[in-house]
């Protein structure tokens, strides 16, 4: 089945500790991107990559890290957390050969930061 | 200005009722345009796309008017399934695409 897998779905950590969150796809696609929803501002993007080994800076970088050693992963790393980082979180991909410009996302991953 | 604008609602319909939605986009440029539905604190996925043309599908129709720069998106014979938040997504090309914050639309019974 072609899926988008975000892992943890759900986390509760503290100021301070870093984490990452793992997102995988099974669809060869070259592109992915991750995206933090808040509560009246809608998705916004972090970090999006082109393909391995290239990513770049989204709208709201600041205290994020990513990497995309393979085309299938691109993780997202929170090296100290903030509670300002409390969001949820979408990690998707696609592929410009698909034609239709559809975004597949992952079910998210529900981040709080006390 | 913010470049994709959305009511963020909520329109609450009847069943059976006809909605519609706007959004209005900045970049004239722009080529593609999408609406997503996301179920509550679940993803996004693609409802449909949106042609210079008129894109319909079942009771969902989406329309693109350029010349005002807004997609439309009407819903027939409202369903209770229907209630969710309805993104409007513009795809500015190379892979940038600029979402809407989301219009809720609650079908009552």
């Known amino acids: 089945e072609a899926q988008v897998t975000q892992n943890p779905r759900y986390l509760i950590t503290v100021t301070g500790k870093k984490l990452t969150v793992t997102c995988s796809q099974n669809m060869n696609h070259e592109y992915m991107s991750w995206y933090r929803q808040d509560p009246g501002l809608g998705l916004r993007q972090i970090y999006y990559?082109?393909?391995?080994?290239?990513?770049d800076k989204g709208d709201v970088p600041e205290g994020y890290k990513v990497s995309r050693k393979e085309k299938r992963n691109f993780p997202l790393i929170l090296e100290s957390p903030s509670p300002n980082q409390t969001s949820l979180y979408f990690c998707?991909?696609?592929?410009?050969?698909?034609?239709?410009?559809?975004?597949?996302f992952g079910e998210g991953s529900r981040l709080t930061v006390l | 200005r913010k470049e994709v604008e959305q009511d963020p609602g909520p329109f609450n319909v009847p069943e059976g009722a006809t909605v519609a939605f706007n959004c209005t986009y900045s970049?004239?440029?722009?080529?593609?345009f999408f609406w997503y539905r996301q179920d509550c604190r679940k993803e996004p996925k693609l409802l449909m796309s949106?042609?210079?043309s008129g894109n319909e599908d079942g009771r969902f129709t989406a329309q693109l008017n350029r010349a005002s720069q807004y997609i439309s998106l009407l819903i027939r014979d409202s369903k209770l399934s229907d209630s969710a938040t309805y993104l409007c997504?513009?795809?500015?090309?190379?892979?940038?695409?600029?979402f809407g914050t989301g219009t809720r639309l609650k079908v009552l019974a």
């Open positions: 990559s082109m393909n391995v080994e290239v990513t």
């Open positions: 998707a991909s696609t592929s410009e050969g698909l034609n239709t410009g559809e975004l597949f």
């Open positions: 997504v513009e795809y500015a090309g190379t892979y940038k695409y600029i």
């Open positions: 949106v042609y210079s």
């Open positions: 970049n004239s440029a722009s080529q593609s």
